[in-house]
């Protein structure tokens, strides 16, 4: 069956960067686009780009842009998102998510990584 | 930047109908999924493009998009569709969510 693993949660500082990786299963890799999406505690859900795992090319959303990095390695079928100078407000869950085209929904969906930044 | 706008939250009586929008500028002319997220659990897709709903998803779950307004219905609300839903849509150069709406089932 199609699924997205993540890594598991981080604890890092103010500053510091984080790399959490989502590993696809169950189809082709290069066929799906994948997307991640944050979620701070008891909020909603935020856009944070994409990657097409096919060339490797990314868009990101215009609030994360020169912090974020999204890349992709074909051969263990591993998304990877990388953020950094990371704040208290960085703080949340973390999901991968793919999707068929731009524009489509999402599915499925990683199981989320808990990034807490912490002094 | 596009701005999708749910309620906060809708109440439902058991085995009664929910509806809960999402405003956005012409949204009727833009594609829009429908996600339920319950607490701890990742999203879940139960609508998309509108109104086609996934395999294994009830069919009591039907969604509508015309003008300025996207609705998700739920018919015969359970106990089990408690959950939080967002609207998300493609405005041409970013996914936008709707701000949620926390559906009780009273």
């Known amino acids: 069956q199609v699924q997205l693993v993540q890594s598991g949660a981080e604890v890092k500082r103010p500053g510091a960067s984080v790399k959490v990786s989502c590993k696809a299963s169950g189809y082709t890799f290069t066929s799906y686009y994948i997307h991640w999406v944050r979620q701070a505690p008891g909020q909603g859900l935020e856009w944070m780009g994409l990657?097409?795992?096919?060339?490797?090319?990314?868009t990101y959303a215009q609030k994360l842009q020169g912090r974020v990095t999204m890349t992709r390695d074909t051969s263990t079928s591993t998304v990877s998102m990388e953020l950094s100078s990371l704040r208290y407000d960085d703080t949340a869950v973390y999901y991968c998510?793919?999707?068929?085209?731009?524009?489509?929904?999402?599915?499925?969906w990683g199981q989320g990584t808990l990034v807490t930044v912490s002094p | 930047s596009y701005e999708l706008t749910q309620p906060l939250s809708v109440s439902v009586a058991l085995g009664q109908t929910a509806r809960i929008t999402c405003g956005g500028n012409n949204i009727g002319s833009k594609k829009v999924h429908w996600y339920q997220q319950k607490p701890g659990q990742a999203p879940v897709v139960v609508i998309y493009?509108?109104?086609k709903r996934p395999s294994g998803v009830a069919e009591r779950f039907s969604g509508s998009n015309s003008g300025n307004t996207a609705t998700l219905t739920i018919s015969r609300a359970q106990a089990g569709d408690e959950a939080d839903y967002y609207c998300q849509l493609w405005d041409g150069s970013h996914y936008v969510f709707g701000t949620g709406t926390l559906v009780t089932v009273l």
């Open positions: 990657i097409n795992p096919s060339v490797g090319s990314t």
């Open positions: 493009t509108d109104n």
């Open positions: 998510a793919r999707s068929m085209l731009i524009g489509a929904w999402f599915d499925p």
